[in-house]
């Protein structure tokens, strides 16, 4: 089986986890944590970085921190992994929907005026599969209607908008470090902002709202929450951060292939770079349109059946039964390429060879 997107060890991991282990310091404490926050702010050139468990508590940690809560409505694209969108009903608020692009899969900035209400207090673009949203016009319309704008960047890692990192464009940005991404610690997740004051108490809340007394004891002004990553899989973190620069490149070379490989077929829309931004690709995503031949499901069938793993795009969340009655503008276009949208094999190891028999495939 060729699978869909694992995770390289190929640097310092066992060698800094194994420290962990060999020092005790295995929790929430120990120089891995700080040094992972340290590092991951520098290689995206933020100025404030605080590490978490996953990247649904990133998210919900950018929420509580700018404190959105109950009577708000935060702006979000359909087409996505659910968590973001939890992520605001944890909170309180509310979503509401606003359609993609046909060509990125990404948010239509087009469209988010229109859902603009008086309750109104957060934009979240979600940058899926690696490419970035139009991230100029979501800034000046959140300037317009001043409001805060959250950068979910969990699956865009290394990916730029304009020659910056995602995540930093925004107030503030999210990313996760689960199995499948990037870089990985297993399970993990990142908030960064430029905000001082925002990178403060979102370390403050992440752990507990804790201050230490001077005689050691515990002190907790208001309700805090445990988010904190432990030190061994921060150590992992840094192990890979260290190598990301070469990941980003194999993913990119990756997708270029298969564009060079898929780009005659007929029925088959393949993976774009917009001129502004540079995609890391997280995952390859192609459209089978209705001329292929046969039906997207049919196609996977036909790849799983060659040992190929590959997964259709994300349901649309407006369509599932906890969010059916949040609000939505036209979602024509995140209806139509639900259905049609595949991600094949994306790992960073993966092979010329291997890429060349998926679209052999592909090509009937």
């Not at 900035?109 to 229109?114: A, D, R, V």
């Not at 001043?146 to 940005?173: F, Q, R």
């Amino acid at each position: 089986m060729i699978p869909l997107c694992i995770p390289k060890m190929s640097g310092n991991e066992w060698k800094y986890v194994k420290e962990c282990f060999d020092t005790n310091w295995v929790s929430s404490v120990g120089k891995y944590v700080d040094l992972f926050e340290e590092k991951f702010a520098e290689y995206v050139d933020a100025k404030s970085a605080v590490v978490t468990m996953n990247g649904t508590a990133a998210l919900e940690l950018a929420l509580r921190t700018l404190d959105i809560g109950v009577g708000d409505e935060v702006i979000i694209s359909s087409m996505t992994f659910i968590s973001p969108v939890n992520t605001i009903k944890y909170v309180g608020a509310e979503p509401v929907f606003v359609d993609v692009c046909r060509d990125t899969f990404v948010m239509d900035t087009n469209k988010i005026e229109e859902m603009i209400t008086p309750k109104t207090k957060a934009i979240l673009p979600v940058h899926i599969y690696g490419h970035p949203v139009d991230m100029d016009k979501v800034m000046n319309i959140a300037k317009k209607y001043n409001l805060y704008v959250i950068e979910d960047a969990t699956e865009a890692l290394g990916s730029e908008y304009k020659g910056k990192k995602v995540g930093t464009i925004g107030d503030m940005g999210c990313f996760s470090f689960n199995g499948n991404k990037l870089i990985t610690t297993g399970a993990g997740g990142m908030l960064i902002t430029d905000n001082d004051e925002w990178g403060n108490r979102a370390k403050y809340l992440s752990t507990q709202t804790k201050t230490v007394l001077d005689n050691g004891a515990f002190y907790h002004e208001e309700v805090g929450y445990n988010f904190r990553m432990p030190n061994m899989l921060a150590a992992m973190g840094v192990a890979q951060l260290e190598n990301i620069k070469e990941y980003v490149n194999d993913k990119r070379a990756h997708a270029k292939l298969y564009n060079e490989l898929l780009k005659n077929v007929k029925g088959i829309t393949t993976s774009i770079e917009k001129e502004y931004v540079k995609n890391c690709f997280w995952l390859y995503s192609i459209l089978v349109e209705d001329e292929y031949g046969i039906s997207r499901d049919e196609m996977m069938e036909k790849l799983q059946a060659n040992g190929v793993q590959c997964r259709p795009f994300f349901q649309p969340v407006h369509l599932m039964p906890p969010y059916k009655e949040c609000k939505h503008g036209d979602m024509s276009i995140t209806n139509e390429i639900s259905i049609k949208g595949i991600n094949l094999p994306s790992s960073v190891d993966l092979t010329e060879d291997e890429i060349k028999l998926i679209c052999s495939l592909i090509r009937l």
